[in-house]
């Protein structure tokens, strides 16, 4: 065997050598197996007659060749026969004059097992669902543009039907990011966090954007000590609840962000873990309340009252607190809705530099 007949032998991936006319000259073993079908039936062939990508391959290989230089069609959607589509990244390198065409399967089961190995079973059910919410924008994507195709040559209440299917699919879209996002949730990176810092930027950040019609006005406790957290999703959790108050909330209403220290309060869960949470930070609004019916499953996923929500934003919230080891409760009555987060301390070296120096100096 030549040294490239021993390089082509020894590909894991399946692999075609295609002429000038994209026809095929050669097919390794995986590839056998890949097109369901013997080296001997695929050579002479024309690929775009077994083997149907997600775009223009023909253009691709067309374009490979005039450039002389290798392309690579990431997660393009490959059909083969009557078979479900499958994902790939599809390379495509110049070779004498012909292509080289590899085939990288991305299907959900190679995703899955490598999901598997570095994360709990539990993560990997979370994982499954950030998978479909990625493999529905897609396709989905297609119908939006479809739909926006055929508004261009319809005119009046056709139109209008066709903008209805765009608007539907956008709404699909800001769902699916959204149950992505809450995939997505890593275990907290938790070091000694200022509140108030955190508290800060989420308060400018919403004072330039969702909460510009209302006034945010603050009630600290400065000597709040430290706590034990993620940055990041506390930031993320604090713009949620500021989110839902200024989306009720009407021109000139207002939010106070509270926090302050109550010892007494400790979480205990079934399986023994939890604590003190003394930190306590309350997201205050002056409006219409929490609807009652809904008031006993708010944190629940797909719980929403309003008519572009998706219900997630406080699911989210109540993920992360829980995974800090903190508390959340809300309090509402029209013109007054308290949602409280308890937060435990910053385990003491961490907060403080300071009174470990001091007992360093008594010693
Ligand atoms: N401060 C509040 N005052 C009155 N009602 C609220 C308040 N916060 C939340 N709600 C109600 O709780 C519902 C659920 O809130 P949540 O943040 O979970 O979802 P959402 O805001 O509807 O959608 P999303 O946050 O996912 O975009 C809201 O739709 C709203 O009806
Ligand atoms: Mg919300």
């Known amino acids: 065997m030549t040294m490239s007949e021993t390089v082509w032998q020894s590909l894991a991936l399946p692999a075609l050598l295609l002429s000038p006319e994209d026809v ?5 073993g995986p590839a056998e197996g890949f097109l369901n079908r013997s080296a001997k039936a695929l050579v002479g062939k ?45 390379h495509i390198s110049p070779l004498g004059g012909g292509v080289l065409i590899l085939f990288s399967p991305q299907d959900i089961a190679g995703r899955v097992d490598r999901g598997r190995s570095s994360r ?28 926006q195709l055929l508004s261009m040559n319809l005119s009046g209440e056709d139109r209008e039907l066709t903008e209805l299917i765009v608007a539907e699919s956008r709404r699909i879209v800001k769902l699916l990011e959204q149950v992505e996002q809450f995939g997505n949730l890593r275990p907290p990176q938790r070091k000694a966090v200022n509140l108030h810092d955190v508290l800060d930027r989420a308060r400018r950040s919403a004072m330039v954007g969702f909460a510009a019609h209302m006034t945010i006005e603050e009630a600290y ?31 000139g209403g207002k939010i106070t962000i509270r926090t302050f220290y109550e010892l007494s309060l400790r979480v205990r ?7 003190a949470v003394p930190l306590q930070v309350e997201i205050i609004d002056d409006g219409p309340g929490v609807p009652e019916e809904m008031i006993n499953n708010l944190f629940e996923p797909f719980v929403s009252g309003r008519e572009n929500g998706t219900g997630l934003g406080l699911a989210l919230v109540s993920k992360i607190i829980h995974e800090h080891n903190g508390w959340i409760s809300v309090d509402s009555i029209p013109g007054r809705t308290v949602f409280r987060i308890s937060l435990p301390l910053a385990p003491r070296e961490d907060s403080n530099k300071k009174p470990l120096q001091d007992t360093e100096l008594r010693t």
């Open 46 to 90: 024309a690929l775009p007659e077994l083997v149907e990508i997600d775009g223009d391959l023909g253009a691709a290989t067309g374009r490979v060749r005039r450039n002389d230089a290798p392309l690579t069609l990431h997660e393009t959607s490959v059909r083969i026969g009557p078979a479900p589509d499958l994902r790939c990244d599809v």
């Open 120 to 147: 709990s079973a539990a993560r990997s059910a979370i994982g499954m669902a950030e998978m479909l919410a990625h493999e529905i924008k897609n396709p989905l994507a297609g119908i939006t543009g479809a739909a």
């Open 221 to 251: 406790d400065p000597s709040l000590p430290h706590t034990w957290a993620d940055t990041d999703q506390l930031q993320q959790v604090f713009l949620n609840l500021l989110k839902n108050a200024a989306q009720v909330g009407a021109q």
């Open 269 to 275: 869960r079934p399986d023994g873990s939890g604590g």
């Open 24 to 28: 095929i000259t050669a097919a390794n």
